[in-house]
């Protein structure tokens, strides 16, 4: 059965859409060192899921990963984590996006410019002085987790070729 082909029941693709969220709960629990908490390994299950199943199970795995992610730091950028979890969904739909029309490493670089570029939406909590200090640090997390999915992505695509 072919991951992109659509081959299978809704009730697997909610069940798979929940153990990635699952996931994406212990991933929260593995923090990249940065100034705002939030920042973990929380988004490689989003990343997985987006190439494997598609964009809405992209959209929905990224954001619960990021609320999850920022509900153990004790959400340190307040309301605004709304908005980043909206800005994670728009990761993991366009990640599956582009990984069908043109592939897989270019759906990841795709997803890791969004991510980096939400540095943004800390702004009205830590100012325009943050993005030279928080930008390096969301890329190369955002680089990591997509860097995990795709390695898996690719493996278990291989394993289930042969």
């Given at each position: 059965m072919s991951p992109e082909k659509g081959n299978y029941s809704k009730t697997r693709l909610i069940s798979e859409t929940a153990l990635f969220?699952?996931?994406?709960?212990?991933g929260?629990?593995?923090p990249v060192p940065s100034l705002v908490g939030s920042?973990?390994?929380d988004?490689?299950?989003g990343y997985f899921i987006a190439l494997w199943r598609g964009s809405l199970s992209g959209a929905l795995v990224c954001a619960i990963g990021h609320l999850l992610s920022a509900w153990?730091?004790?959400?340190?950028?307040?309301?605004?984590h709304v908005p980043?979890?909206?800005l994670m969904a728009l990761v993991g739909a366009t990640t599956a996006a582009v990984k069908?029309?043109?592939g897989v490493i270019a759906g990841?670089?795709?997803?890791?410019?969004?991510?980096?570029?939400?540095?943004?939406l800390a702004v009205p909590t830590m100012g325009w002085g943050i993005l030279p200090i928080f930008t390096p640090i969301l890329f190369v997390a955002s680089l990591i987790n997509a860097a995990i999915a795709g390695i898996i992505y690719e493996a278990i695509k291989r394993i289930m070729k042969s």
């Open positions: 969220s699952a996931l994406s709960g212990v929260a629990m593995i920042v973990a390994l988004s490689f299950p153990r730091a004790s959400f340190p950028l307040g309301y605004l980043v979890a909206l069908r029309k043109i990841l670089t795709a997803g890791i410019s969004i991510n980096t570029a939400g540095v943004v």
